[in-house]
């Protein structure tokens, strides 16, 4: 999966979120000032040739859809984010977001709360295994 410019990443929210339209109901969805229709035209061929969105045509006019998921590319993303910032290690992602402030007292009982429900799944994943 190629990377995707802010550009492409913004457009690619906006189909995701209607899932599928044409160049004007992108442009309806974005944020004054608006690009030229030219350009969201431009960028959404991109974003086709890239594999991200397809399209159906009617005539001259093209609806176009989602080809990759909203959490396939999340997935991705963060991957990369992981990988090229923080040396694969999720213990220092959540020690940059400590150490930054970015995350609240309930979020840190939530994430408790999540690692206590995959240790109880990984220990239940494994004895089912050995029977």
């Known amino acids: 999966m ?3 410019t802010k550009n492409e990443e913004e457009i690619m929210r906006i189909l995701w979120k209607i899932e599928r339209g044409v ?3 992108i442009l309806a969805q974005m944020e004054e000032p608006q690009p ?3 350009t969201v035209s431009s960028v959404v061929r991109v974003l086709e040739t890239k594999g991200y969105v397809g399209h159906k045509a009617y005539g001259k006019t ?3 859809f989602p080809l990759i998921s909203k ?3 999340r997935k991705k993303a963060f991957g990369d984010l992981l ?3 923080f040396e694969g290690s999720a213990k220092k992602v959540v020690s940059f977001m400590v150490e930054e402030e970015n995350i609240q007292a309930d979020e840190v009982k939530e994430i408790r709360k999540l690692i206590k429900q995959y240790e109880e799944e ?3 994943g494994k004895a089912h295994k050995k029977g």
């Open 71 to 73: 959490i396939a590319y």
């Open 122 to 124: 990984e220990k239940n």
């Open 83 to 85: 990988k090229n910032y």
């Open 62 to 64: 093209h609806e176009y």
């Open 23 to 25: 160049v004007r109901d």
């Open 36 to 38: 030229p229709y030219t």
């Open 2 to 4: 190629e990377d995707l």
